[in-house]
């Protein structure tokens, strides 16, 4: 079947730490992978995303890049902000697929 | 200004009332989704929709009913709100592409507590 498993949190760093999240997943096609973050109150935004093996994809200092030969996805940031506090989920979709399949999320808090 | 929004955001209902989360989108995406949110943040797909007059049940059995008469627009109905019901629910949307990936887009969500 098709699952997202990421680390479990809560996570808690301080200021300009540098920040991983674990993320795996299981497919049984050609997944295209996605991190979402979810600030406090609000619904989930697109982070970043990368539809093919060896694609990086990035935005806002965050890093991820698709493995397939380890089947990972993992979130990175060199120096986290305290604005970077919120949920990160990480998906998978694949192409012919009509769903989403998220993780459980993995709550970030960066303190000052 | 393409985007997709949920009325109201904060709900407070007491039991046994009939309430309808509203959700419309202005992409003019096919697909639209419901999920509901629990406190540890996981997210269960409780309804989607491939397009108008197409309705599904999810991978979370939910008492909730949808309906898709406009492609814009998914409202969610629950005919008798109970304590259980309360959560956080979120809508997406996302357009069928022939190649590719297809990103979903979050509406603000609502927020339901059933007293």
């Known amino acids: 079947g098709n699952s997202v498993t990421q680390m479990e949190g809560p996570v808690t760093l301080s200021e300009e730490a540098f920040l991983t999240i674990n993320c795996t997943y299981t497919a049984t096609g050609y997944p295209s992978l996605f991190w979402y973050v979810q600030y406090p109150g609000e619904g989930l935004q697109l982070l970043l995303k990368?539809?093919?093996?060896?694609d990086k994809g990035s935005n806002k200092g965050f890093e991820a890049t698709y493995r397939k030969e380890t089947t990972s996805f993992h979130l990175e940031k060199g120096s986290v902000q305290v604005s970077d506090s919120a949920v990160y989920f990480c998906a998978l979709s694949l192409n012919t697929g009509n769903q989403f399949y998220f993780g459980t999320g993995t709550s970030l808090t960066v303190i000052p | 200004e393409a985007d997709i929004y949920q009325t109201p955001r904060y709900l407070v209902i007491g039991t046994g009332k009939k309430i309808t989360l509203e959700c419309s989108q202005t992409?003019?995406?096919?697909?639209m989704y419901w999920y509901q949110q629990d406190p540890g943040m996981e997210l269960h797909l409780i309804h989607y929709?491939?397009?108008?007059?197409?309705?599904e049940k999810g991978d979370l059995s939910s008492e909730s009913t949808v309906s898709r008469i406009r492609t814009e627009h998914f409202p969610l109905t629950l005919e008798s709100a109970r304590p259980s019901h309360t959560s956080q629910y979120l809508c997406a949307s996302s357009e069928t592409r022939v190649q590719g990936y297809n990103e979903q887009f979050f509406g603000p969500g609502t927020r339901l507590t059933v007293l």
């Open positions: 990368a539809t093919k093996a060896d």
């Open positions: 992409m003019g995406h096919d697909k």
């Open positions: 929709s491939y397009g108008v007059n197409s309705t």
